[in-house]
Structure formats: structure tokens, C-alpha cells
């Protein structure tokens, strides 16, 4: 018998109704033979609610208790989507990720899987179960509950499929991987397939339909990853290895990302060591920077900004005021209503010219960017979230990305 991995996110487990819907289509595949192992990640918007909570109680909350609590998200989808199975008169057993043998290490939050005892997951696939595991969680050395960051129960369902190298089929609230966010642009083309490097790419860079990891842990194992909707039967895309079929278009797809703080430290004097000393601070607190820029030198000063996730506010607060008073005359301020946008497309390898396109779009709308990053498939800009739409409406049309 064939086992099959398929993964539900939290607006198809989002209520009892649709949890029941979950059962039955897992029981269709069931019935064809298949073993069935069904990774889930917390009902609708409970992670969201979780996080409210703890930041209602501090600001920066301890991040291990932050995994103990976000980590309960699953554990109640797992238990009734299980008992749905049971009242529909299959064996079935929930596992938390401890016990599904998810092992983990990193950062609490931030988990990364490093491997999986399987022997759990197979005793009980071999008992005739169908096993159902929490998305988005694992345990670490210490024996303490970790998550994977947000979105992880993708990862989990791949890494389980790696492990077991088997098929893995990720259900979600959209037909499949569209060229650009249906829900900003709906008249974007649906893919039939994509390349584990651009999907990796556009997920990096804000296609949150998967999560990063998950692809590239695919990548690395060569499972092909099926994304479809939940609900009905439409046909989805697969993400999987490059082949000469999808090189058809230089641009495969365009990604936004809304969690872009903008930071600026005006009035630096030009000497690299002030730079460094920036930097340095930004480190220390652990911020991830993304994009970075400066501005010619005037009069002996320049003023340097960076971008980095909204996540880490509190702790760009704590650095900027650290500053302020190692660095006298700096002044730091901080902007939030900036959107990345990306074009991504394994064709601008081989192709030129793409920059200029969008750079001569932008202007033809009036937008105006603030920086700019390139990678071998992909070049990014942050704007003004105000003039996203304008921006993803222009350049879908202009790059082919229409249906
Ligand atoms: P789940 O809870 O099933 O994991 P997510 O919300 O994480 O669902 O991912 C699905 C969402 O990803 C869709 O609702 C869609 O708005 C968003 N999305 C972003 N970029 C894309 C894209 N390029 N193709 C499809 N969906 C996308
Ligand atoms: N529940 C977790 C989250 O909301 C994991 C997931 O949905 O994949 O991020
Ligand atoms: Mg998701």
C-alpha cells in the first residue's frame, strides 16, 4: 500500500463542519488503498488569537512559553479531526509532534526539524490507523515543545513525506500557486507546475501559499509537492523539479510582503566604522535585516535604512535607543507602511532587462521605490503600501501574469 501525506491548513480545519469534510475526503483515499498520514495545522485563526493573548500580557513575551502556548493550536485539531474518524468508523490516532518523533533545534519560534524518529508514525500506520499529526511542532534536546515558525505545518507534512518518500499533498483555501496573490490580484493565472527554486523563491519573498522550508526540504529529498484546495476537485500545481517545459516565460510570478519595517538612521557621519557600529547593535538584538541602503555622502554625513519584519519592533525600539546615546546627533525613525514587491522567474537568468521593464512601469504609474534588491531569479522593491495595488495591477498585466 502506497502512504500518502496531505496537509490541511487552519481555514479547512476551521470549523466542526469543515473538519468533518476533512474526514471524509482523507477516507476517500483511504478507501483506495492508500496508508493515510494527515498533518493539520490549528483551527482558523487560533495561532493569531494565541499570540494577541501573550502580548497582552507582555510585549516580548519569554519565547519557549510562546511555543508552549502557540503549540496547543494543533493539538486541538489533531484530537477532533481524529475523532471524526473514529465516529465515522475508522481506527485512527492523533500525535503531537513529540510523539510523532519531530526532532528539533534553533531558536524557539524559529525551530528547524533536524530529523524524525518515524518508528511511531509506522507502528501505528501499520496497525491500520490513520494517523494524524500536529502541524507546525516539534521537541527539542532539552525535551521542551518547539514550533517551526509560522506556517511550519507545511514543513511538517513535507519533512514526514521526505522521511517516508512518499507523495505529499498540501490542501489549502486557494485552487493551487497562482503567478501572483489571487486574493490581491484575482485575475492571476493559475500554474500548472513550478520549480522548487522559484516556488522557494516566491515563498521567501511573500507567496505565503507555502512556506520556505517546506520547499526546500522538497527540493533536497525531490518530493513533488501537490498544492490544491481543500474543498472540491479542481486541479491543483505541483511544485517539482526545473524542466525545460516551464521555461516559457522569464517571469514566473510576482510576491508581495507586507511585514517590512523600514528603518533610517539620519545624520550618520561617513565613516565605516559608524556603519559597523549600526549593524553591529542591529545583530545583538537579533533582527534579521533584509534590505539595505545609503545615501551619497553630504557634507561628511549620510543617513542608511534597512528593512526588517514587523516582528521585530520591540526589539528594533530597544536598539535604536541604545544608539541614540552611543552615537550622538543620529536621529532613527521607523516607517511600517511599506510593501516589498518581487518578480521572480528563473528565465531573468539568462534574460536582461527585466529591472528596466519595471522601473519604466513604475514610472509610467507614478510609483516611487525606496530600494531595490536583485538575486539570480528575482529582483525586489519596497514602495508604499499605498501604492501597491496600483503597482501589482500594472505589472501583472505588463509581465504576462494575467489569466
Ligand atoms: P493554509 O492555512 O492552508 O496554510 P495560508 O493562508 O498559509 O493557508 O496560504 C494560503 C494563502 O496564500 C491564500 O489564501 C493566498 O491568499 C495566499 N497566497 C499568497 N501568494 C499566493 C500565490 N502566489 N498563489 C496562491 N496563493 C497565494
Ligand atoms: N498554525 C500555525 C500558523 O498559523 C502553523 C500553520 O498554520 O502552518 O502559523
Ligand atoms: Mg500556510
Given at each position: 500500500?502506497?502512504?500518502?501525506?496531505?496537509?490541511?491548513?487552519?481555514?479547512?480545519?476551521?470549523?466542526?463542519?469543515?473538519?468533518?469534510?476533512?474526514?471524509?475526503?482523507?477516507?476517500?483515499r483511504?478507501?483506495?488503498?492508500?496508508?493515510?498520514?494527515?498533518?493539520?495545522?490549528a483551527?482558523?485563526?487560533?495561532?493569531?488569537?494565541?499570540?494577541?493573548?501573550?502580548?497582552?500580557?507582555?510585549p516580548?513575551?519569554?519565547?519557549?512559553?510562546?511555543?508552549?502556548l502557540?503549540?496547543?493550536?494543533?493539538q486541538i485539531?489533531?484530537?477532533?479531526?481524529?475523532?471524526?474518524?473514529?465516529?465515522?468508523?475508522?481506527?485512527?490516532?492523533?500525535?503531537?509532534?513529540?510523539?510523532?518523533?519531530?526532532?528539533?533545534?534553533?531558536?524557539?519560534?524559529?525551530?528547524?526539524?533536524?530529523?524524525?524518529?518515524?518508528?511511531?508514525?509506522?507502528?501505528?500506520l501499520?496497525?491500520?490507523?490513520?494517523?494524524?499529526?500536529?502541524?507546525?511542532?516539534?521537541?527539542?534536546?532539552?525535551?521542551?515543545?518547539?514550533?517551526?515558525?509560522?506556517?511550519?505545518?507545511?514543513?511538517?507534512?513535507?519533512?514526514?513525506?521526505a522521511?517516508?518518500?512518499?507523495?505529499?499533498?498540501?490542501?489549502?483555501?486557494?485552487?493551487?500557486?497562482y503567478?501572483?496573490?489571487p486574493?490581491?490580484?484575482?485575475?492571476?493565472?493559475?500554474?500548472?507546475?513550478?520549480?522548487?527554486?522559484?516556488?522557494?523563491?516566491?515563498?521567501?519573498?511573500?507567496?505565503?501559499?507555502?512556506?520556505?522550508?517546506?520547499?526546500?526540504l522538497?527540493?533536497?529529498?525531490?518530493i513533488?509537492?501537490?498544492?490544491?484546495?481543500?474543498?472540491?476537485?479542481?486541479?491543483?500545481?505541483?511544485?517539482?523539479?526545473?524542466?525545460?517545459?516551464?521555461?516559457?516565460?522569464?517571469?514566473?510570478?510576482?510576491t508581495?510582503?507586507?511585514?517590512?519595517?523600514?528603518?533610517?538612521?539620519?545624520n550618520?557621519?561617513?565613516?565605516?566604522?559608524?556603519?559597523?557600529?549600526?549593524?553591529?547593535?542591529?545583530?545583538?538584538?537579533?533582527?534579521?535585516?533584509?534590505?539595505?541602503?545609503?545615501?551619497?555622502?553630504?557634507?561628511?554625513?549620510?543617513?542608511?535604512?534597512?528593512?526588517?519584519?514587523?516582528?521585530?519592533?520591540?526589539?528594533?525600539?530597544?536598539?535604536?535607543?541604545?544608539?541614540?546615546?552611543?552615537?550622538?546627533?543620529?536621529?532613527?525613525?521607523?516607517?511600517?507602511?511599506?510593501?516589498?514587491?518581487?518578480?521572480v522567474?528563473?528565465?531573468?537568468?539568462?534574460?536582461?532587462?527585466v529591472a528596466?521593464?519595471?522601473?519604466?512601469?513604475?514610472?509610467?504609474?507614478?510609483?516611487?521605490f525606496?530600494?531595490?534588491?536583485?538575486?539570480?531569479?528575482?529582483?525586489?522593491?519596497?514602495?508604499?503600501?499605498?501604492?501597491?495595488?496600483k503597482?501589482?495591477?500594472?505589472?501583472?498585466?505588463?509581465?504576462?501574469?494575467?489569466?
Amino acid at each position: 500500500m502506497a502512504v500518502v501525506v496531505q496537509k490541511y491548513g487552519g481555514t479547512s480545519v476551521g470549523t466542526i463542519e469543515k473538519i468533518k469534510a476533512v474526514a471524509k475526503k482523507v477516507i476517500e483515499r483511504k478507501e483506495q488503498g492508500n496508508e493515510m498520514i494527515v498533518v493539520v495545522s490549528a483551527m482558523g485563526k487560533t495561532t493569531d488569537s494565541l499570540i494577541t493573548m501573550a502580548k497582552e500580557i507582555s510585549p516580548n513575551p519569554d519565547k519557549r512559553e510562546l511555543d508552549m502556548l502557540v503549540s496547543t493550536g494543533e493539538q486541538i485539531s489533531i484530537a477532533l479531526l481524529s475523532m471524526a474518524f473514529h465516529e465515522y468508523g475508522y481506527n485512527s490516532i492523533s500525535l503531537t509532534g513529540f510523539q510523532a518523533g519531530i526532532k528539533t533545534d534553533g531558536l524557539h519560534t524559529k525551530n528547524r526539524i533536524t530529523d524524525i524518529d518515524i518508528k511511531n508514525v509506522k507502528k501505528n500506520l501499520n496497525a491500520g490507523r490513520i494517523v494524524v499529526v500536529a502541524g507546525f511542532q516539534g521537541i527539542n534536546e532539552n525535551g521542551d515543545i518547539t514550533t517551526l515558525g509560522r506556517g511550519g505545518s507545511d514543513t511538517t507534512a513535507v519533512a514526514l513525506a521526505a522521511k517516508l518518500k512518499c507523495a505529499c499533498e498540501i490542501y489549502t483555501d486557494v485552487e493551487g500557486v497562482y503567478c501572483v496573490d489571487p486574493r490581491v490580484y484575482p485575475k492571476a493565472k493559475k500554474l500548472h507546475s513550478i520549480s522548487y527554486e522559484e516556488m522557494m523563491e516566491m515563498a521567501s519573498l511573500g507567496a505565503g501559499v507555502m512556506e520556505t522550508r517546506a520547499v526546500e526540504l522538497g527540493f533536497k529529498y525531490n518530493i513533488p509537492i501537490y498544492v490544491a484546495m481543500t474543498h472540491g476537485n479542481k486541479k491543483g500545481t505541483v511544485i517539482k523539479e526545473y524542466d525545460d517545459t516551464m521555461e516559457g516565460k522569464v517571469i514566473t510570478g510576482l510576491t508581495l510582503n507586507d511585514d517590512v519595517l523600514m528603518i533610517t538612521v539620519n545624520n550618520v557621519e561617513y565613516k565605516s566604522k559608524n556603519i559597523a557600529r549600526i549593524f553591529d547593535k542591529v545583530a545583538k538584538h537579533n533582527i534579521n535585516i533584509d534590505m539595505i541602503s545609503q545615501t551619497a555622502p553630504f557634507e561628511g554625513y549620510v543617513n542608511v535604512s534597512f528593512t526588517c519584519s514587523t516582528d521585530d519592533n520591540y526589539s528594533i525600539d530597544a536598539a535604536a535607543n541604545e544608539l541614540q546615546t552611543e552615537i550622538p546627533g543620529i536621529e532613527v525613525s521607523k516607517e511600517s507602511d511599506i510593501t516589498k514587491l518581487s518578480v521572480v522567474g528563473i528565465g531573468m537568468m539568462k534574460q536582461s532587462g527585466v529591472a528596466a521593464k519595471v522601473f519604466n512601469i513604475f514610472s509610467d504609474n507614478n510609483i516611487e521605490f525606496k530600494q531595490v534588491t536583485t538575486s539570480e531569479i528575482s529582483i525586489s522593491y519596497t514602495i508604499n503600501t499605498s501604492d501597491k495595488q496600483k503597482a501589482v495591477n500594472a505589472l501583472a498585466e505588463a509581465l504576462d501574469l494575467r489569466a
